[in-house]
């Protein structure tokens, strides 16, 4: 008998990528509204994907288990 395949949650799916090392890369929050009252800077660096934490990387690889 087969084993059971795990589910990839497709909303983390879409919010998250793996580069080819493994990494887990992910956009900052806080980019959709309330604009105005943000520097420059700020908003230029929320623009950029950055690393996953290593406190989350754990819950995020349960979530996209075929992606690494």
């Known amino acids: 008998m087969a084993k059971n395949k795990m589910k990839t949650n497709r909303s983390a799916a879409k ?3 793996v580069t080819a090392k493994g990494k ?11 604009l ?8 230029r660096h929320l623009r950029r994907a950055v690393v996953l934490s290593a406190t989350n990387l754990s ?5 996209i288990p075929y992606k690494f």
């Open 24 to 34: 887990v890369m992910h956009f900052r929050a806080g980019k959709s509204h309330l």
């Open 15 to 17: 919010r998250f990528k």
């Open 59 to 63: 819950a995020v690889k349960r979530l």
């Open 36 to 43: 105005r009252k943000k520097t420059r800077k700020r908003k």
